[in-house]
């Protein structure tokens, strides 16, 4: 992964323009003095959008506590790339707000909804996939985005029908988060996580947590990360220059 300092001539003109949003691909990368440096530009930015931004800032002192602050909250909310600050700037400016938002509110506009990325809503893609199954359907399925597909298949979609409507929904909208967290991951929609057996006695938060688990350990392979938890210590003491021992 490439640290923030190889990214920052990018990261300058992504906070200084807009565009149409992207699947995430440049990664912020570690927090240090260069990343500070994004942070600083976003500020900048923010302060030029919102006239009022002393309201939340009103010197310098409080601007300081304020980018560290909102760095920890990227970080929380797995605000890493720069093409995630570049969606919640577009989104500042079209708020019509003088004052500046709360991290908190930044956060959630750096979060674009599955219309925002041209794919259907929750409720639109789940009927998708519940029509799909209709026999009907069984040579002749069409998807209006691969994202539905794949989010059907995390959940094995024949299994859908058996569930009440409450229980159905609960268990797609929670495959299709993940889905919508791999594009914005930049990560293909491989058909991975397919095969997870209907157990009648599991809940339907059990069925949710057994897609998360198997979706979350094939990401994990694919970015290289040990499943072992000691060596995975290793590798991110290793990252710090520090042995696991210390």
């Not at 890493?80 to 908190?104: H, K, L, W, Y």
Request: glycine share 6%; proline share 6%; hydrophobic share 40%.
């Amino acid at each position: 992964m490439k640290n923030v300092t190889q990214l920052i001539p990018g990261a300058s003109r992504a906070i200084r323009t807009t565009q149409s949003y992207q699947a995430a691909t440049q990664p912020l990368g570690e927090v240090d003095d260069a990343t500070a440096d994004v942070v600083e530009r976003l500020f900048r930015q923010l302060q030029a959008i919102f006239p009022a931004y002393k309201q939340a800032w009103p010197d310098d002192k409080a601007l300081a506590s304020a980018r560290r602050s909102w760095t920890k909250g990227f970080i929380a909310a797995r605000i890493n790339t720069i093409d995630q600050i570049r969606f919640g700037i577009e989104q500042c400016r079209m708020s019509g707000s003088p004052f500046a938002p709360s991290v908190g509110q930044f956060i959630k506009w750096c979060k674009p909804t599955p219309e925002m990325l041209g794919i259907p809503s929750a409720g639109s893609a789940l009927r998708e996939a519940l029509l799909n199954l209709h026999p009907s359907r069984s040579t002749s399925r069409q998807w209006s985005h691969p994202a539905v597909r794949h989010a059907g298949l995390q959940c094995e979609m024949h299994n859908l029908t058996e569930l009440d409507p409450d229980k159905a929904q609960d268990v797609f909208e929670r495959a299709y988060e993940i889905t919508v967290r791999m594009l914005l991951d930049g990560l293909p929609l491989d058909d991975i996580a397919i095969g997870i057996g209907h157990d009648g006695q599991k809940t339907e938060l059990e069925v949710a947590e057994e897609i998360s688990d198997r979706v979350a350990m094939e990401l994990i392979a694919r970015k290289g990360i040990p499943a072992d938890g000691a060596k995975a210590r290793e590798l991110l003491m290793a990252k710090f220059g520090r042995r696991a021992g210390q």
